[in-house]
């Protein structure tokens, strides 16, 4: 039985992960910058679940000692970590560069990237010693390289992440742990619903192209899920939204009525 960690795993993406690990009979360790998020998403997927498969921990990724000990945490009670995924992450009202806090500029920084690099560090660290193991890297829009204006904040974050999935396969070649990126494309979460309360003219803009490019979690969780479980290659890129996906979805969106937010 396979043991997974993954990080900002109370809500969106991250929930959904959970979810899927959990129904392919793995054991997961549940976390979050909260002890009232983490128990509350405790408490939903026992629902579904065996309890038994179960950890909630908090973490402040940007928090280097939390993250050691959620790691401490984990083999304590699974004996093992077989795959640790770096999902926490912090998004931006889409607005001008200059014209964010410092305070939003830190906060941004240290979760995207901070955190993912103490990730990263304490799992392969943990695995090496262990002697097995992987570790998945969330990318985000800003990934490729592709200028997101209004994101810029974000978007550098998620472009640094590249970079690091990259080096750190490299760096890991030829030992018993690999490194992979996770590419989800445009997934509907609670992050756009930020943007639609902070900026609702531009949320119109943007919620015709979320129902031409994007999915709900519970469409692309499991198919990244199958993906990890089944996955060898140091390096992996992990790629749901693929450019001939992207295409295939703009040429059909005049004859195809999606609606995302049909529960709004």
């Not at 790691?71 to 889409?94: C, L, P, T, Y």
């Not at 070649?173 to 900026?199: C, F, H, K, W």
Request: a positive charge.
């Amino acid at each position: 039985m396979k043991t997974i960690v993954i990080t900002g795993s109370t809500r969106g993406i991250g929930y959904g992960l959970t979810d899927a690990f959990l129904e392919r009979g793995c054991q997961v360790v549940v976390s979050g910058s909260k002890q009232t998020g983490v128990d509350q998403a405790v408490t939903l997927l026992a629902k579904k679940h065996n309890l038994e498969r179960i950890l909630g921990h908090p973490c402040d990724v940007s928090d280097y000692s939390q993250v050691k000990t959620l790691w401490e945490a984990s083999v304590k009670r699974f004996g093992q970590v077989d795959i640790w995924v770096n999902n926490a992450g912090q998004g931006q009202a889409m607005q001008d560069f200059w014209t964010l806090s410092y305070e939003q500029i830190t906060q941004v920084v240290q979760v995207n990237m901070v955190g993912t690099m103490y990730g990263s560090k304490v799992a392969i660290e943990g695995m090496l010693k262990q002697g097995f193991g992987a570790v998945f890297i969330m990318e985000g829009a800003g990934s490729t390289g592709r200028i997101h204006t209004g994101m810029i904040l974000y978007g550098s974050t998620k472009r640094g992440l590249n970079y690091l999935i990259k080096g750190l396969a490299e760096e890991t070649a030829g030992t018993p742990v690999i490194v992979g990126g996770l590419s989800p494309g445009m997934v509907v979460t609670d992050l756009y619903q930020q943007q639609r309360e902070q900026n609702p003219e531009e949320w119109e803009r943007t919620k015709r192209i979320l129902n031409i490019m994007a999915d709900r979690v519970e469409t692309v969780s499991p198919w990244l899920v199958d993906r990890m479980l089944e996955n060898k290659n140091n390096g992996a890129d992990i790629r749901w939204a693929t450019r001939g996906k992207i295409m295939w979805r703009f040429l059909t969106a005049p004859f195809t009525k999606r609606d995302l937010f049909n529960n709004d």
